[in-house]
């Protein structure tokens, strides 16, 4: 039996378009009757629905000429494909879990607004970007930057907050972070090991609290001076009411920074 093109692209749910281009890449053949009609048979159907497959697949035209030109080459190809798949499930899974988790993050700075919890902060492993607004620019340390960024799953972006005494005033240090739990878990390890641009915040009690500061004011550079006189201030007399000192740096992870404000938790580390 010969089907017209308008009648086989009807049975596969394609356009004539469609089936012309598939044939212009050597695809699927027809053929010509005196008035130049394509024609296609029982058998083109099959061909064709077995092209649509692979395409909804990810198959490219190439990919799926050099199986139709060599019987033997299909088992391969399609092993490459399930191969490049799986890796990108693998990453969509990663976006999906860091997705998630800067949910839970917007959420915890949600409730505690104008509150206070104290609990463990996960161990971070971090890289810095910069230190009081003058950018690192050294190659393994923009490379290791690169790396967090596109690898990991749940980076945070973090400013450390570093006391100078001498000074009297905060260094704000800004990078990304990795939970330790996760590059264990994703097999990271590589990352880190013999990379002197790496730092460790352990895993230590902290006042958590949020801070919010308006997009205008973190671009007039004003933005570390409010955090500090403002939020931590007010945080280092709840601390001094519960006979609590502060044991540590303390830890800014941004949740958010579109719209009018940028949300941040604070994690300041506590001990009695």
């Not at 190439?62 to 199986?67: F, G, L, P, R």
């Not at 230190?131 to 290791?144: F, G, H, S, W």
């Not at 799953?153 to 939970?179: H, M, T």
């Not at 006189?229 to 006979?243: F, H, P, Q, T």
Request: charged content about 30%; overall charge neutral.
């Amino acid at each position: 039996m010969k089907f017209l093109i308008n009648e086989i692209a009807k049975i596969i749910g394609v356009t004539t378009n469609t089936i012309r281009r598939y044939e212009n890449n050597g695809l699927i053949k027809s053929e010509r009757d005196p008035s130049n009609y394509r024609w296609y048979k029982s058998y083109d159907i099959s061909k064709l629905a077995m092209i649509r497959l692979y395409r909804k697949c990810g198959f490219t035209h190439d990919e799926i000429k050099a199986m139709t030109e060599d019987r033997s080459r299909v088992k391969d190809i399609c092993a490459n494909k399930l191969e490049t798949m799986d890796k990108q499930l693998e990453r969509i899974a990663r976006l999906r879990h860091w997705l998630k988790d800067n949910i839970q993050l917007m959420n915890t700075a949600e409730l505690l607004k104008d509150n206070y919890v104290i609990m463990k902060c996960p161990a971070l492993y971090y890289v810095l970007y910069s230190v009081d607004d003058m950018i690192l620019k050294e190659k393994k340390r923009l490379d290791t930057i690169n790396c967090f960024m596109y690898e990991a799953p749940e980076v945070q972006l973090i400013n450390i907050l570093k006391r100078d005494e001498e000074k009297g005033r905060y260094i704000s240090c800004s990078g990304w972070a990795i939970k330790e739990i996760d590059i264990k878990k994703f097999n990271l390890g590589d990352i880190i090991e013999n990379n002197e641009y790496i730092g460790y915040y352990p895993s230590i009690s902290c006042l958590y609290c949020t801070a919010e500061i308006s997009e205008r004011d973190m671009y007039s550079g004003k933005g570390n001076d409010i955090l500090c006189s403002e939020v931590i201030e007010r945080a280092y007399d709840y601390l001094g009411k519960n006979n609590y000192r502060v044991n540590g740096d303390i830890m800014e992870i941004v949740v958010n920074s579109f719209g009018e404000k940028v949300s941040a938790l604070i994690c300041i580390p506590i001990a009695r």
